[in-house]
């Protein structure tokens, strides 16, 4: 399995940026795809996640209401609309892949692969 993130990039506080993540590889349908950030200096923290088969998805509170995850299963592809952007949202965005249960879809240890990251910078 390959995971090759996409879409970072320089935008204004307020701003949308939509991030994808292309999974190579079998069985996309059977994994969870999770979306992680590290800031500079920080710890890499949750920021959500959706299993592919059924569409559940989980969200960090400090991104719920702004950041949506959707899939296309077509193109086993995830993709992360992050609208209303703070510069606290600067970071390295990560996706990864994995079958952690809806409980513990924010656990980094429990996703097997990871894309290279992306990074998402923005201004005040």
């Known amino acids: 399995v390959q995971l090759q993130a996409s879409g970072g990039g320089l935008v204004q506080a307020g701003g949308s940026l939509r991030l994808s993540c292309a999974f190579s590889?079998?069985?996309?349908?059977?994994?969870?795809m999770g979306w992680f950030r590290q800031a500079p200096g920080k710890e890499r923290e949750f920021v959500g996640a959706?299993?592919?088969?059924?569409?559940?998805?989980r969200y960090a509170d400090s991104v719920k209401g702004r950041f949506t995850i959707s899939k296309d299963n077509a193109k086993n592809t995830v993709y992360l609309q992050m609208n209303s952007l703070k510069p606290e949202d600067t970071a390295v965005y990560y996706c990864?892949?994995?079958?952690?249960?809806?409980?513990?879809?924010?656990?980094?240890?429990?996703?097997?692969?990871w894309g290279q990251g992306t990074l998402v910078t923005v201004s005040s």
């Open positions: 990864a892949a994995g079958h952690p249960v809806l409980s513990a879809y924010d656990q980094a240890g429990l996703y097997r692969y």
């Open positions: 590889g079998p069985s996309f349908r059977n994994y969870v």
């Open positions: 959706i299993k592919v088969s059924g569409g559940t998805t």
